[in-house]
């Protein structure tokens, strides 16, 4: 107890040396809290969108569909098993064909995954009801990145060329009945969404789909021959990776910021053991052992780590608070990395997190403490009270 | 031993290496200290003033023979129970004062007081009545920096008187002060080893201090040349 009384007089009587140290430890830990939050929240956020826009409660998936093959893509579909057709009939699902196509906007061609969809469908917040309407016209609907990529505006009309369930070619003129905004790119990149019954017209696959998705909040998933269940974790699973993969690159980042904090406080600890020997010398002229004196340094190395924490809280606090609340808005480009990122990021903080950095700080700047804090224990007291500056 | 014998240096010998060869700064040192003596160690400059005072303070070992502080053998003590000795029994005074910066007058004196865990109610009446005796009553809460050169070597004495120690060891207490800051800091010295008789050993070559002696051991190239009393 003794040693911290005298170790934080210690350190306030230092002065702007301390308040250095103490504010660029208090800095690396709320950048290590915001950057973790940011990440959690961007997480959390990437994760509500996607069950609210693509994925809801979770897909079933055609057996031979695969969203990264485009060899298999236009087989990859089938007649509604009856199980599912009993939750689509009761609102419980909505079933999605997937096609390829090209779309000629401005007379280029473009290559496109035409998608369909009941327009009366609320499992996703797709605005699907755009699309209902004149039945002669084919009414379709993009997302504003596929919009800006094409330069098509609501109400243009756009030739769109597939093939049909034979391999035939056939094209008609579509009219682009809504641009919906969204944070997921994966259901907008490259897509154009039309009815599901006019695209299985089209493609002469009557009652057929790619996927399923059903609503949120289902729980039980039967299995069903011929389709396969994907849960949000199997969905997520891209999304979980990306994360762990910024995860690691703001591990890095926390790496810098807080080996730039230590050498600071290693710096200091040096600079004072050198200038500090007369004091050191005293410490032990009046009693204490060297053990004291190392544990007295040591221990005020490590108390800044304490003041940083309670600075943090004091300027750090207000600043996380106000970012949670109004959020982080995301450079424009990051909605052309095609990753589910929202234009405004609500940071999270997680308690975990703020603990687990707190006692990291606590150690490491103890660790750096200690090590040129031991150079005291070989000093002798004759000698350091010959120091030659106070 | 005799029961007011509190130092016994036997055959005292230090060496500290220098370049290739060794330099001698006590040679076969042979002296006795009594309870409440007011004592002086005199000298030229590197005649091993300072180098006796620290083996007496147990800050430093011989490198032959013995010194014997309150019945305790350098040869035996370990640095801990060195520092032990030095935090119950002994106060020492520098010439450069030797206080803590950032501590204001009151936690200087009290810091002694701290090591020996006494209770605050304690420590206080301890440090007021230090401060007390050395006229620094006023000044309980100013730093080091706001005090004259008189008033911090007041303030090292009662660091050093505090826990009333049975040994206090001066080295050139007055080398920086002038005539009357010095005979000041002397006056005090002396009334506290009247009344509380403590023993004060002083390395020093300042006449100011030697006038104030009552023992004076005057030490040439590390060896006892004369040792008188001057006082009784």
């Known amino acids: 107890m003794l040693a911290f009384k005298l170790a934080l007089k210690n350190l306030i009587g230092a002065g702007l040396r301390t308040w250095l140290n103490v504010f660029v430890l208090s800095l690396a830990l709320v950048m290590i809290v915001f ?51 009993k939750l689509y009939n009761d609102g419980q699902a ?41 039945s002669l016209v084919i009414n379709a609907l993009i997302g504003n990145r596929m919009a800006n990529a094409t330069r098509l505006n609501k109400n243009d009309m756009v030739t769109v060329r597939w093939r049909d369930a034979n391999g035939t070619f056939d094209a008609t003129e579509i009219r ?52 396969i269940y994907k849960g949000h974790d199997i969905l997520f699973s891209e999304l979980d990776t990306i994360i762990k993969s910024k995860s690691i690159g703001g591990l890095v980042l926390y790496i810098i910021l807080l080996s730039l904090a230590l050498l600071a406080v290693f710096d200091t600890q040096v600079l004072s053991i050198f200038r500090r020997e007369k004091e050191i010398g005293t410490y032990i002229a009046l009693g204490m052992t060297r053990w004291q004196v190392v544990r007295l340094f040591t221990i005020e190395g490590a108390m800044h780590s304490i003041l940083s924490v309670v600075a943090g809280a004091i300027w750090g606090m207000p600043l996380l608070y106000l ?22 990021i609500f940071p999270v903080y997680s308690l975990g997190t703020i603990i687990t950095m707190t006692i990291i700080i606590l150690v490491t700047t103890t660790i750096v403490s200690y090590i040129p804090s031991r150079k005291i224990a070989g000093m002798k007291p004759t000698e350091a009270l010959r120091g030659k500056v106070q | 031993m005799n029961n007011a014998e509190i130092i016994s240096v036997k055959n005292l010998t230090k060496k500290f290496p220098m370049g290739l060869g060794e330099f001698t700064a006590l040679n076969g040192i042979n002296l006795t200290f009594f309870k409440g003596e007011f004592a002086g160690v005199v000298g030229p400059s590197g ?24 019945g305790n053998s350098s040869k035996d003590l370990s640095v801990r129970q060195a520092a032990l000795i030095r935090r119950k029994h002994m106060g020492f005074i520098f010439q450069t004062y030797n206080l803590l910066p950032v501590y204001t007058v009151f936690e200087n004196a009290e810091f002694p007081l701290l090591l020996l865990k006494m209770s605050t109610g304690e420590r206080k009446k301890a ?24 008033e911090c070597q007041r303030v090292a004495i009662a660091r050093a008187m505090v826990k009333r120690p049975e040994i206090v060891l001066a080295d050139e207490p007055t080398a920086n002060l002038d005539a009357d800051n010095s005979h000041h800091i002397l006056q005090t010295m002396e009334k506290l080893n009247k009344e509380l008789k403590t023993t004060f050993i002083f390395a020093t070559h300042d006449d100011k201090v030697i006038s104030h002696l009552k023992r004076k051991i005057t030490l040439i190239d590390g060896k006892v040349s004369r040792d008188e009393n001057i006082k009784q």
């Open chain 2, 47 to 70: 005649s091993g003033k300072t180098t006796l005072l620290n083996i007496i303070g147990l800050l430093d070992n011989p490198s032959d023979g013995d010194a014997t502080v309150l």
């Open chain 1, 94 to 134: 909505v079933p999605v064909l997937v096609t390829q196509a090209s779309v000629y906007p401005e007379g280029r061609m473009r290559n496109i995954l035409l998608k369909g969809i009941d327009p009366s469908q609320n499992i996703v917040k797709l605005p699907a009801s755009l699309m209902k309407g004149d």
């Open chain 2, 127 to 150: 440090v007021l009545d230090a401060l007390e005796w050395v006229g620094l009553s006023d000044k309980v809460r100013s730093k080091p920096a706001q005090l004259s050169g008189g």
């Open chain 1, 176 to 227: 682009i009945a809504g641009i919906f905004h969204t944070n997921v790119a994966s259901i907008d990149n490259n897509q154009i969404w039309i009815p599901l019954d006019k695209l299985q017209k089209m493609t002469g696959l009557d009652g057929n789909a790619t996927y399923i998705i059903l609503k949120q909040g289902i729980t039980s998933a039967p299995t069903v021959p011929g389709w």
């Open chain 1, 35 to 85: 950057q973790s939050g940011i990440i959690h929240g961007w997480d959390l956020q990437a994760k509500i969108d996607m069950t609210e826009w693509e994925v809801g409660g979770g897909e079933y998936w055609h057996n031979l569909y695969d969203p990264y093959d485009p060899l298999s893509l236009n087989d990859g579909h089938g007649s509604l098993p009856s199980e599912l057709k």
């Open chain 1, 323 to 344: 970012v949670a609340k109004y959020g982080f808005a995301m450079p424009k480009a990051t909605e052309g990395y095609g990753l589910t990122i929202a234009e405004k």
